[in-house]
T-cell receptor, first 112, second 114 residues
Framework: DAKTTQPPSMDCAEGRAANLPCNHS???????VYWYRQIHSQGPQYIIH???NNETNEMASLIITEDRKSSTLILPHATLRDTAVYYC?????????????FGPGTRLSALP | EAGVAQSPRYKIIEKRQSVAFWCNPI?????LYWYQQILGQGPKLLIQ????????DSQLPKDRFSAERLKGVDSTLKIQPAKLEDSAVYLC????????????FGPGTRLTVT
């Protein structure tokens, strides 16, 4: 699976949009981009995933560049509850034997 | 819908002792994962089950770690004997299947080896 690069930490003001970048320059054509987050002392929580089109759900939006070498997770109105480590992962969507690799992620701090 | 259950939540043991962790996945989820998360790092996959069969255990230290998923539901992860470097949070996750299905994680078991 392709590797990802994320900034180690970011701050955002409560009520403002949080834009978390991820570089995946070696991504293959059949690899999806996934985002998970991990709030302190909890297990990771799925946020969103996409292949090449932009995606939106009730939690966030995922913007993938046309060359697919980078993406941005957007939390439209950050709250203190969004303070967490955010992981960007790329992987092939097959059923078996695919290693789901988490990097160190980005620690997002939503500030009042 | 009940989430993934894990027990115990915390465990402290001495090195060379053995320890076991238990996981009950979400009902109907065929795929079960065990991850190890060392402080300050992202989770690392140890083993993946599809029903009661192992589909990926390439990163499981098989000389001391073992896992089973009898009857394709609950799973146990065992460490014997434990080393200091095994201190970590052990996370269990489940999904409807492999591939694109999102993984649901339990709260984890925090293991401290002294």
């Amino acid at each position: 699976d392709a590797k990802t690069t994320q900034p180690p930490s970011m701050d955002c003001a409560e009520g403002r949009a949080a834009n978390l970048p991820c570089n995946h320059s070696t991504i293959s054509g059949n690899e999806y981009v996934y985002w998970y987050r991990q709030i302190h002392s909890q297990g990771p929580q799925y946020i969103i995933h996409g292949l090449k089109n932009n995606e939106t759900n009730e939690m966030a939006s995922l913007i993938i560049t046309e060359d697919r070498k980078s993406s941005t997770l957007i939390l439209p109105h950050a709250t203190l509850r969004d303070t967490a480590v955010y992981y960007c992962i790329v992987r092939v969507a097959t059923n078996y034997g695919q290693n789901f690799v988490f990097g160190p992620g980005t620690r997002l701090s939503a500030l009042p | 819908e009940a989430g993934v259950a894990q027990s115990p939540r915390y465990k402290i043991i001495e090195k060379r002792q053995s320890v076991a962790f238990w996981c009950n996945p979400i009902s109907g989820h065929a795929t079960l994962y065990w991850y190890q998360q060392i402080l300050g790092q992202g989770p690392k996959l140890l083993i993946q089950f599809q029903n009661n069969g192992v589909v990926d255990d390439s990163q499981l230290p098989k000389d001391r770690f073992s896992a089973e998923r009898l009857k394709g539901v609950d799973s146990t992860l065992k460490i014997q004997p434990a080393k200091l470097e095994d201190s970590a949070v052990y996370l269990c996750a489940s999904s409807l299947g492999g591939g694109l299905y999102e993984q649901y994680f339990g709260p984890g078991t925090r293991l401290t080896v002294t």
